[in-house]
């Protein structure tokens, strides 16, 4: 009887709490080449986004000379020579594939390459990280004076920092909008208070979002919130480049005088000296020395920082550095190894991207800059004219996607005796109904065939529609039925 | 509550204690913001209790704040509508029907203002797309009544036909020749035979379409005409198309003469504002049978 009791208090209760204030973090300044590379991945990132939406591209009149731009009102996207209509969206599944696919690609080669330098957390924590350093100091004076009582200096450095961070936010949400609407113009109407209300709603949102994230949530956000330490988990392998603490060197762990004594008598000793300098420059707060891990980025601060202290205490460097767990299991064996870059995961993915960009490529070159499509009345299928003849109706919906007027002669591919008419077309040249349709726009029309009684023998037959341009000569064309009423 | 705290020999991580199948389920805790952004979400939820309508009352409901009601957003969104389309709707009403159909703008306003209005009131009687049916017009083909101008189409939308109480409504009458004793029913069968043979329809075995030709010149000629073509003036369709609108089988003609056909068309003029009656006339004329 208290057995059981026992047990089922021992299923039943939770030990320890279930909730946790997060730690926090005070990731120490460091140099070196890893540093260095995610200074200029920072600059370039941060560059794109600010200034991108200030970039003209001459399109010629009639059309916005922004390079990006995200017309939602006009329901256009522009990215530099391409111009997208609402229905061509597939080129956004297409990239977005294509970007699934480079991550995973970067995945199998280097490791979480997108999470320690180019996830735009990653970049604007670092950026909001750096601010900190300047105005509250490294990882001691952060930590000091994070335990120290109010006081006036305290308050100064609180206050710089949150303003220069709300004005990083502000600026973030800034760019973000100008990527809407004209941004010169744009710029000029937020200064004046002429925007529309939107404009400061979405600044206002992306302000906040920014400010929060990379100031407050930090690496809470790749630890709770982000799904791609999951997936990313699941995608590196053996073979894999990965930020790596080669234990096989590093342990057993002991000072450098006591390393100094080992290593006279012949006994192994390892490398690592326990001075914590991973951990502290660590933008997540992991310890790498436990392996690969959820938490850990792969920002290689702790590269730089392990260099540094390893040329300090005269041992080679690169005690954590970007290897494989193949590598670090054939040393402990004693085999050779050598990294392959080029292997069947690798080629995999750059073969899938080269089809998938290359038909992209493709679709974009052949790209027609005219469309047609019908629909065919629903209601009714038909209708017999005093004379005998049967008469089918359509809805022609004619697009243009040049930035000027172009002129469209409706033809049909019908049984002899069919005639097409366009309801409201005020040209006709060789009998053929010509529309005119507006530069950049769609036209819809109301086309009526019309066929003697003698040829509309079955209930349903495909006739062609074409428009041809008549002066580009592009032709588009669509299939749909003639409907009758059967014999 | 017992002492147990159970470690984690991999992890050093405590134990929640539970087991399934072997596999112990580590005690990794929530982060606190975790529960306290869920906190704040129920704190917001009570500014929703307090600005928008919310608590049910005995006679309604409290306004919140806000004071907002959707039906207040429609009443507005269509106030909106009607300054927006006054240009528009100027516009429509000086222009005279033909140039409405010559302009591509203001064209593109009437037929989609006409569709609309057509769904709203025509489409009950003629039809979606206006095909009609059995005693209600097509108004899609090549055949009309009263006539298929535009002129034509907006005198029968403003003033109906055979509408009681406008006096210039449409009027005709297709009277029950054999009803009123005007004809006997070997006459009207006679005529019947005389109009299918002009409709080139099948004719009865031994009809005698000679004593028919007199009937229908007779009694019949004076609207739908000698020949038998109809004739707009009056209403009266024409009988050698093959376009019926009560039906071109014996039984319906046999009816139609026999009892006559009387068809109504309310008078628009009264009921809808003379912009939407030009958009529905540009509409109902683009539809494939417009003259």
Redesign the interface.
Known sequence: MNDAN?AL??????????????KRIYPQRVHGLFRNIKWYTLLACLGVYYFLPFLRWNRGPNLPDQAVLLDLANRRFYFFFIEIWPQEVYYFTGLLIIAALVLFLMNSVGGRIWCGYLCPQTVWTDLFMAVERHIEGDRRDRIKLDAEPWHTQKIIKKVAKHTVWLGIAWWTGGAWVLYFADAPTLVRDLIFFDAPMTAYLWIGILTFTTYALAGH?RE?VC??MCPWPRIQAALTDEKALNVTYRYDRGEPRMSVKEAVKVRATGAPAGDCVDCMQCVNVCPTGVDIRHGSQLGCIQCGLCIDACDTVMTKIGRPTRLIAYDTDDAVNARIKGLPYEYKLIRARTLMYVAIIAIVGGAMIYQLATRMTAGISVLH????LF??????SI?N?YTVRLLNKRPDNRQFALTIDAPPGAVAQV??A?ETADWRPIVEVGPDRTLEI?L?ITMPKDAVKEKSQLITIKASDLFAGEVVSAVDHFIGPGS | MSAHLEKDAVTGTATTGHEWDGIKELNTPLPKWWLQVFYATIIWSFGYFIVYPSWPLINGHLPGLFGYSSRAEVVKDLADLKVRRGAQATALEKASLEDILKSPDMSRIALAQGKAAFGDNCAPCHGLGGVGGKGYPNLIDDDWLWGGKLDDIHTTLVNGARWTGNDETRLSDMVGFVKQGLLKSDEADASIEYVRSLAKLDVAQGADLAKGKKVFADNCASCHGDDGKGKQEVGAPNLTDAIWLFGSDRKSMTETVYNGRMGVMPAWGNRLDPVTIKSLTVYVHSLGGGK
Not at chain 1, 9 to 22: F, V
Not at chain 1, 377 to 380: A, L, N, T, V
Request: net charge negative.
């Open positions: 026992n208090d021992q299923e039943t209760h939770i030990e320890g709490p279930l909730y946790a204030a997060a949530m809470q630890l709770y009345d629903r209601q009714p209708v017999t004219l005093s004379d005998g008469r109706a309801v409201g005020v109301r009526l």
